[in-house]
């Protein structure tokens, strides 16, 4: 026995084998030796007398059980009410002695057997504690965890159609053919007298004898400002913290250099990628490779059922309880990352809260976010001027109800926005995206929903989504593209409507590996209730035509567990909408516009 046993079984020994005063004729020997020869039960269903009802059921249990050391009379019976003499406890003190001696010998053996593996296991056991303690000494936070991504992105874009930028009559004068000292048009130049040169100096220069002029189109306008091949990065660092294991406090650092990229500006912005990102400084500013907090928020559960969240930097779907899609597992063109619904899921991002209640299958989410929640100054029409629940907030109103099961789901949601908060060109054409951002209001609905196959295989999963936007709007402004061609003075209510549909196949050709595509309609307007009837054509012209096309293709190598690289393709087939269509213009003045391009994007987890 171990020594600790040893120590707990010899009061009991002592007490029951101490010397007494004891006469011959009071010691019945026969009784004793009767007693420790009965053979011992192996189960303490063999006792007749003994019930699960009587309180020492479980000890009689656990003897017979694990020693095998009680012993019953011939009869079948344990008589547990009748009184035992000091010998006859002894006899049944000595019997589980004995069998706990063989336990032991057995184990001693086994010890000696695996003696080696055991020392094995000891070194493995010290090792790890040490390893641990090191971690302890050395570790940034005991309540932080940190992950980070960064992204390489290499590629370039090129830009076809005859589509020349033909003015609006009324705002500006025809344009001058031939022009030799002709130059990229200013965003200024808007107003009576402004001129559109006809030619523009191509990509390698033009000179005073005219030579080296190309027209004046959308195409060769993008050439020479998103025509380059160029490399771009973005790095996000999280610390998730928690305090009590179910809530989550987030920090996210974030830095990029996307803001002069051929990505998503300044002619074109639905090429915009989602990785693309650079802390925005002002107007005409370059922040490139500037780290800023791109979210602070906490998270903690209300009860069983509800989430609370709130935080000074906070994005819309980080306060929904359901994400309602399944694409894509590596991003390209961001017009494919709002469920085809981009008014509705704007991801708008800044100081707001929210809450989600969820149970089952079923969820409810309702947030607010104000992106100037910041600033002090509340007066509409003056720089800088935000605010919470005011006309300068840039503020969304979202509620959402899903439903989601082993691999489907489904969500609609609503959105309300104001004060500018909204679409942007990169997931909306030019016309789409100016009524929106500068309507008084903006009521936007989104149905969305995916499946996913059970196994992988030849049935890829599939997302789709679609969005409607009604804004209310009444002023004057010019859209503000590659130059000021468009005046929606006069138009009070604008509706747009955008969709989509994603396809992803997983384990392709390589475990780990996944393809996908995608095909959709980024917003584009449809109607409006007053105002011209139609924009970059006279107004006698009715048709509506600022519909256009999106593709996306992607193979995603999954290198190692941390290291992807995704080569992808896209093709756009009218990025400005109506803008670059000239309808109802006068003369030979072309009305395609596209955009096809590429690149290669390598991320590293860790």
Known sequence: MKPFQQLLVAPAALGLLAPVAVQASELNIDSVNKYAAEEQVTSINQFSDVKPTDWAFQALSNLIERYGCVAGYP??????????????????????????????????????????????????????????????????????????KATFIMGANSYGGNAQIVPVPGVFLPAVANDPAAVLLPASLVGAGAV??????????????????????????ARQTQGATAFNYDIQLNFDTSFTGKDLLRTRLRAGNFAQSPFGQPVVGLNATEAGFEEFCGTGTDCGDVVAINRLFYQFPLGSNFTATIGGRVRQDDMLAVWPSAYPADTVLDIFTYAGAPGTYSLNLGAGGGLWWKSGGFSISANYVSANGDVGNPIAGTPNCGGIGNACSAQTGTGQIAYTGSNWGIAAAYTYSSGGAGLYTGNGTPLATI??????????????????????????????????????????????????????????????????????????????????MAVGQPTFLTSVSAGPAVFGGPAAATAIVDGNYAWEWWYKFQVTDNISVTPALYYLSAPLGQVSKNVGAIGPVGSDFNNFGGFIKTTFKF
């Not at 070194?123 to 936070?141: C, H, M, P």
């Not at 130059?483 to 989509?500: D, E, F, K, P, R």
């Open 435 to 516: 009524f929106q951002t500068n309507a008084a209001a903006t009521n936007s609905v989104g149905i969305s929903a995916y499946w996913q196959p059970t196994n992988s295989g030849w049935v890829p999963s599939i997302s789709a989504g679609w969005g409607i936007n009604r804004s209310n709007y009444n002023g004057t402004t010019t859209l503000n593209g590659a130059a000021n061609l468009v005046s929606t003075t006069g138009i009070t209510n604008a509706t747009s409507q955008s969709w989509y549909v994603g396809l992803q196949w997983d384990d392709v050709f390589i475990k780990g590996n996944s393809f996908g």
């Open 196 to 221: 559109i040169p006809s030619f523009v100096p191509g990509a390698f220069g033009a000179n005073a004898a005219g030579i080296g002029y190309v027209p004046n189109t959308w195409a060769n306008q």
């Open 75 to 148: 009869n079948g019976t344990y008589k547990g009410g009748q009184a035992m003499t000091r010998y006859e406890a002894a006899a049944l003190l000595n019997a589980c002695l004995d069998r706990i001696t063989e336990v032991t010998d057995e184990l001693k053996r086994l010890m000696a057997e695996f003696e080696k593996e055991l020392a094995v296991l000891r070194g493995r056991v010290d090792g790890l504690e040490a390893k641990v303690g090191e971690l302890e000494a050395t570790q940034f936070s005991t309540t932080t965890k940190l992950t980070g």
